[in-house]
């Protein structure tokens, strides 16, 4: 079975673009979470969406933004590009929200670069 | 809020060694406990869980044991092999409606033949 799956792999930007990144969870999974890795720390929690709503915002700013589609699949948008969202982002994926024994699945991210 | 501490730096073993990874936590609610591994390169991969108080998650010949009285999620292995070397991230989930995941800031191993 196909894994969680995040396009594209890397990312080169300049300060002030625009960039959407993309993910494709686990067939049978509804829920989709993203997470934001920089160099050197753990990930940091951004969204997390169910059945295309929003279950979980975290302390990150209103340039970014996602949605999840009606085939699970879903979108980080971050507008505004700064140099201190060079990182890692991160897709996982569960069956369920609402529960912490549910296990998340990761994708193997999306290397965003801004310069 | 919630948290967890892993306070290791880098750590270089040889192959065969006996590893102990501290991970303690800050929780208001009843968590979940998780190591997640991270090799080179890669997106994160879930090692071993557990979801209550005494529980042993065991994989790979890692196990970690969940210590509601001393709020620890210690991760162990007898024996590494070269191929453990990767970045090891201890995580937890709160107990409510949610499954954020809460991460450490993870410590380097590195094993040597």
């Known amino acids: 079975d196909a894994g969680v799956t995040q396009s594209p792999t890397h990312l080169i930007k300049t300060r002030g673009q625009q960039v959407t990144l993309r993910c494709s969870p686990i067939s049978g999974h509804k829920s989709v979470s993203w997470y934001q890795q920089v160099l050197g720390q753990g990930p940091q929690f951004i969204f997390q969406?169910?059945?295309?709503?929003?279950?979980g915002r975290g302390n990150f700013p209103d340039r970014f933004s996602a949605r999840q589609f009606p085939n699970y699949s879903s979108e980080l948008n971050v507008n505004a590009l700064l140099l201190g969202d060079s990182a890692l982002y991160l897709c996982a994926s569960s069956f369920r929200w609402d529960t912490n024994t549910d296990t998340q699945y990761f994708g193997p991210g999306t290397r965003l670069t801004v310069l | 809020g919630d948290s967890v501490t892993q306070m290791e730096g880098p750590v270089t073993l040889s192959e065969e060694a006996f590893l102990t990874k501290n991970c303690t936590y800050t929780a208001t609610e009843y968590p979940s406990l998780f190591w997640y591994v991270q090799y080179p390169g890669e997106g994160l991969q879930l090692l071993l869980k557990?979801?209550?108080?005494?529980d042993k998650g065991s994989n790979k010949g890692f196990e970690a044991t969940y210590r509601k009285e001393t709020t620890s999620f210690h991760l162990e292995k007898g024996s590494v092999q070269v191929s453990d070397s990767a970045v090891y991230f201890c995580?937890?989930?709160?107990?409510?409606?949610?499954?954020?995941?809460?991460f450490g800031t993870g410590t380097l191993l590195a094993v040597q033949p």
């Open positions: 969406y169910y059945e295309k709503e929003e279950r």
């Open positions: 995580a937890l989930i709160s107990g409510g409606a949610t499954n954020k995941l809460i």
């Open positions: 557990a979801t209550k108080a005494d």
